[in-house]
């Protein structure tokens, strides 16, 4: 008998999964699919679908249609993947729900949740990341949303205001009035990025590549990356976390008067904010308020130098310039819209959304409800009702940086309009390719005849 094979060793360890692996399946669920399925169902005529679609333009005009066409369609809207309303008082209810949750998660221990609790394991902090407030919930978003309240007060955003202008004046003192000049690399983007880093407390020597670092980040708002956007957001998340947790460690050493400081010693009942929490808070503050201020800032000085009557008004009545600012808000938002999920079965404005439904709140076609805003289409810096938009979202999640930016979109803009009121865009303005935040990449703009 001849001699017996030996059996073949199986061995049992498994290939240790890639980091790319983990982001490419992060950027499959996130955005690949819902980008491919939403531009199938615009082809088929799905409204949710086309307003995706409409969205990529970056201006109004293609946008404003289909949302005319989605109010039509009050409350909600029943799309193929979501329900969606552009409906005010729709959209205010739905914000205000308790059983409407800011996280979107695969319900159960299927196949697509244990893919991407696998895909997140590994996943960059980030604004849309727990423990961030954006999509946290009760009762942690109750607990440190009363500590961050704490220093985001208007008190305190009111003693920045004197900074704020200070550094309004000399960016303005920087460009020549008589060339064309590009206002979102020159003044809408350098304001609030440097009224944060102050916020941050970032030392001087840091400034530059913290900030390159938050608006590379920014795009992680939004939905639909390209791949290689995506891998950039990401690996600008992982640097500034990484810079982010040395900064608190200097902080806890020396504190400044700055409100990251107060936030690390801030406590409520005797508990503070963890590390993870600390981190969070400030790159959202960062990321989320960075961005939507360059948006409000440039938006509004496209709607202020194209309607010469408005700013004739400003100039006779300054005090409107808070509503104003309201008004830019609501006619030009620097966000598009904010989706929920429901948590349990529940009802939103007397329509039944059972666990697990998704809901979209466009924000921006709320903020044009003829219902609510009469001649919705005008831009009207005495509207009575201008505050009512909803451009801040609502709810437990209303945006905590309401004060800031409202004070920042004053400033800013009146002290480029009280300076050269016959500030003129030209030719060249570049609206921005994201979907969600809503605003411009270049706005060319001679400030002076």
Known sequence: MGARSRPREVSLIQPTPTPMARAALRWSLGHALPRTALRRAAEQGDLHGRMFVASQSGGREALEPVLSELRAHTPFYRGKFASVTADHAAVRALLSNPDAGARFRADGQGTLARLQAWAMEDAPLGPLTPPSLLVTEPPDHTRYRKLVSRVFTARAVERLRSRTQQIATELLDRIDPKTPTDL??????????????????????????????????????????????FRHVESALREFDQWLGQHLEDLRRCPGD?????????????????????????????????????NLLGNGITLLAGNSDQRALLAERPDLWPNAV?????????????????????????????????????????????RVFPEPDAFDVERPNAREHLSFSGGR?????????????????????????????????????TRILRGYERLPVTLSP
């Not at 350098?190 to 590379?216: C, F, N, Q, S, Y």
């Not at 008004?327 to 059972?354: I, K, N």
């Not at 800031?404 to 570049?430: H, I, K, Q, T």
Request: proline content about 6%.
């Open 184 to 229: 979102v690399a020159a003044y809408c983007g350098l304001l609030p990025v440097t009224v944060i880093a102050e916020i941050l407390g970032i030392p001087a020597r840091d400034r530059d590549k913290v900030l390159r670092l938050g608006a590379a980040a920014a795009p992680s708002l939004d939905l639909g990356l390209p791949w290689t956007t």
């Open 326 to 370: 309201d008004e830019v808000l609501r006619l030009d938002p620097p966000v598009l819209l904010t989706g929920r999920m429901a948590m349990a079965d529940t009802e939103v404005a007397g329509v039944p959304m059972p666990r697990g439904s998704v809901m979209v709140a466009l924000l921006a076609g709320a903020n044009r409800d003829p």
């Open 258 to 294: 700055d409100l990251l400081s107060q936030l690390v010693v801030a406590q409520e009942d005797g508990v503070g904010l963890t590390e993870v929490e600390l981190r969070s808070t400030a790159g959202l503050v960062l990321a989320a308020g960075f961005e939507t201020t360059v």
């Open 397 to 433: 999640h209303f945006c905590l940086g309401a004060a800031l930016a409202r004070m920042e979109g004053e400033v800013g803009l009146r002290s480029l309009f009280e300076r050269y009121p016959d500030a003129r865009v030209e030719g060249g303005a570049v609206r921005r390719s």
